[in-house]
């Protein structure tokens, strides 16, 4: 059982920045692929970001949706069983609730394959 809590959500105006981590509990973070979801008013929930889990690649293999590519950044500490994404260059069209999830000796990009998921953390951007 891994449970996964974040945080770093607020309110930034168009162009700026914002880091959310995600702070899971349990001894095997490293085993687990990392990912980013976010879900707007009215939408489904849609793939951000994603980190493959240690054993794959020593630093973790990233992948980007094409709407945050180059501006958002996904990374892991695992000393610290935390996950981050750096939001930078926001957009009104980045505002949502954002979701990490946990996949277990995988890497994917699809919602379906994740077997854990955080709380939620609202992300608002202004214009």
């Known amino acids: 059982q891994v449970q996964l809590v974040e945080s770093g959500g607020g309110l930034a105006q168009a162009g700026g920045s914002l880091r959310l981590s995600c702070a899971a509990s349990g001894r095997t973070f490293s085993s687990y692929s990392m990912g980013w979801f976010r879900q707007a008013p009215g939408k489904g929930r849609e793939f951000v970001a994603a980190i493959s889990w240690s054993g794959d690649s020593p630093y973790g293999r990233t992948y980007y949706a094409d709407s945050v590519k180059g501006r958002f950044t996904i990374s892991r500490d695992n000393a610290k069983n935390t996950v981050y994404l750096q939001m930078n260059s926001l957009k009104p069209d980045d505002t949502a609730v954002y979701y990490c999830?946990?996949?277990?000796?995988?890497?994917?990009?699809?919602?379906?394959?994740?077997?854990?998921w955080g709380q939620g953390t609202q992300v608002t951007v202004s214009s």
């Open positions: 999830a946990a996949d277990h000796l995988s890497f994917t990009t699809t919602s379906a394959g994740y077997d854990y």
